[in-house]
T-cell receptor, first 111, second 115 residues
Framework: DTAVSQTPKYLVTQMGNDKSIKCEQN?????MYWYKQDSKKFLKIMFS???????INETVPNRFSPKSPDKAHLNLHINSLELGDSAVYFC??????????FGQGTRLTVV | AQSVTQLDSQVPVFEEAPVELRCNYS??????LFWYVQYPNQGLQLLLK??????LVKGINGFEAEFNKSQTSFHLRKPSVHISDTAEYFC?????????????FGTGTRLLVSP
């Protein structure tokens, strides 16, 4: 069973569209994250949720809105997509500040 | 703020040869250090971590890393690589007590192992 799963794995969309990426973890962890890996492979944290509450928001544009319906899910919604949003987005989870487990990533391409 | 530098974007090596992947970090406070591996089309997996104690840390798949505070380095080593070690390797840092909650990653080093 996949510990941290993201859907979709690939997403190609036009500029200006709104899209969502879903993430689910079955590890019983209390903390979930979204990371962005850009074209230069630079991996940076975007958001962190602990028990459904936002604890880290790293100067991400308002067009990005994470939503955590429960502790096992952290979805990422992106409005008005721009070319610069093209990247690989990784979801991760951990039990508090212990080891983080990562999903396989979602490759978003904005055309 | 913390930062991580991985000077080598790509390291080609022959099978069974030793390898060292370099990682340097910058921080004004004590840090935790990590190495992650990303196999093709997969997510990141933790190889090893340094939180405190012995500066030589052993991880999975025969990898080890040594924390050198004076040189602010955390280089990853393996005495004999396999074809299956071909992957992207990321060094990361965080500040206690955040642990894994706020990782700052380097840009990665692609290890290419050939026969």
């Amino acid at each position: 069973d996949t510990a941290v799963s993201q859907t979709p794995k690939y997403l190609v969309t036009q500029m200006g569209n709104d899209k969502s990426i879903k993430c689910e973890q079955n590890l019983g962890h209390d903390t979930m994250y979204w990371y962005k890996q850009d074209s230069k492979k630079f991996l940076k944290i975007m958001f962190s949720y602990n028990n459904k509450e936002l604890i880290i928001n790293e100067t991400v544009p308002n067009r990005f809105s994470p939503k955590s319906p429960d502790k096992a899910h952290l979805n990422l919604h992106i409005n008005s997509l721009e070319l610069g949003d093209s990247a690989v987005y990784f979801c991760a989870s951990s039990q508090s500040n212990r080891r983080a487990f990562f999903g396989q990533g979602t490759r978003l391409t904005v055309v | 703020a913390q930062s991580v530098t991985q000077l080598d974007s790509q390291v080609p090596v022959f099978e069974e040869a030793p390898v060292e992947l370099r990682c340097n970090y910058s921080s004004s406070v004590s840090v935790y250090l990590f190495w992650y591996v990303q196999y093709p089309n997969q997510g990141l997996q933790l190889l090893l971590k340094y939180l405190s104690g012995s500066t030589l840390v052993k991880g999975i798949n025969g990898f080890e890393a040594e924390f050198n505070k004076s040189q602010t380095s955390f280089h990853l080593r393996k005495p004999s690589v396999h074809i299956s070690d071909t992957a992207e390797y990321f060094c990361a840092v965080s500040v206690p007590p955040a642990g894994f909650q706020k990782l700052v990653f380097g840009t990665g080093t692609r290890l290419l192992v050939s026969p």
